[in-house]
């Protein structure tokens, strides 16, 4: 299974939202990684063909997806960044309606419904309405939907926002348990959310796909640049204009600074090992405030 990816652009005016990207993708879970804006969302609508490229291809397994029609769709499980719910819908009358537009016949849709329900959790919700569910049970919901015909390839956008930390755990879990078998395409801003579970990450900026590598080389790359730095009070602000710093620890022996530096950036620093928090504010330029 291929899903590739052929010199892809999207223009809105004259912002280029996605510009001449190329990938290829196979089986296994891909994470997205990029600021707000940097143009996730629109490469997602285009794979999910929602959005129609400007210029370049997408093909699965060497065919232009959009000339595939239902064929593409029968293989495609989209989750939205922003999926419409239906308040008023149970959980279980939603997942029958979506099953019906995706023209999936009603014997097999109630199989389908009960199994998914399992899978994600919410049997016993399944009589709840989807106005009172938790952000969680939602995303979960949404989740089943995308999965309702047993696609081939999931796209996932930005699950995990407005979860609390125990949802997005159980997300993650769920989404490494269906994974097999699939290519899944999972956006997100937190890092954490792909760090484990992700075979390789694609690092979006403006548009432009900088970095498609597995966790284990991206960090690689960047070894030797993340230093833990002691440091007065007064001297925060100093470092803090000259250099990337990250987290601001405060323990009882004092203040360390988490900094991000190809030189170092103090005599008494000390290099300390790289994770993909790390990697995340070296390419997106976002020093941490105080
Ligand atoms: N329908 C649209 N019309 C105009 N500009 C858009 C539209 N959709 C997205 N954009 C712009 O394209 C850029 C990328 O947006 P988006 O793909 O939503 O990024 P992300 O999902 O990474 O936050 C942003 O600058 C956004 O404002
Ligand atoms: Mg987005």
């Not at 537009?101 to 989807?130: P, S, T, Y």
């Not at 919901?141 to 696609?151: E, M, R, S």
Request: a positive charge.
């Amino acid at each position: 299974m291929k899903l590739k990816i052929n010199n892809l652009s999207k223009v809105f005016g004259d912002k280029r939202a996605v510009d001449g990207v190329s990938a290829e993708l196979t089986n296994g879970v891909y994470g997205f990684l990029g600021a707000n804006g940097s143009g996730k969302t629109t490469l997602m609508r285009m794979l999910a063909t929602v959005s129609r490229p400007t210029s370049g291809t997408i093909t699965f397994n060497g065919e232009d997806i959009t000339k595939m029609g239902d064929r593409y769709r029968d293989v495609l499980g989209y989750l939205p960044q922003h999926i419409g719910y239906y308040r008023n819908f149970t959980v279980e009358k939603f997942l029958y309606y979506i099953a019906s537009l995706k023209g999936i016949e009603k014997n097999e849709a109630q199989q389908r419904v009960a199994e998914l329900l399992e899978i994600v959790n919410l049997h016993d919700k399944r009589k709840v309405k989807m106005g009172k569910l938790s952000g969680g049970m939602k995303q979960r919901v949404g989740i089943a939907q995308a999965l309702l015909n047993d696609p081939k390839i999931l796209i996932v956008d930005e699950p995990t926002a407005g979860l609390d930390p125990k949802e997005r755990i159980r997300f993650r879990n769920l989404l490494a348990k269906i994974a097999n078998d699939r290519i899944v395409l999972l956006s997100t801003h937190i890092v954490s959310d792909i760090e484990y579970i992700a075979k390789e990450i694609l690092i979006m900026k403006n548009g432009q796909l900088i970095k498609k590598e597995t966790p284990r080389n991206l960090l690689g790359q960047i070894q030797n640049i993340v230093w833990s730095v002691p440091a007065e009070e007064a001297e925060i602000p100093s470092f803090q204009e000259s250099f990337k710093v990250g987290n601001i620890a405060r323990k009882p022996e004092g203040i360390e600074l988490r900094i991000i530096s190809e030189e170092k950036p103090a005599d008494v620093a000390v290099n300390v090992p790289v994770n993909l928090e790390d990697l995340y504010l070296y390419y997106f330029d976002e020093g941490v405030g105080a």
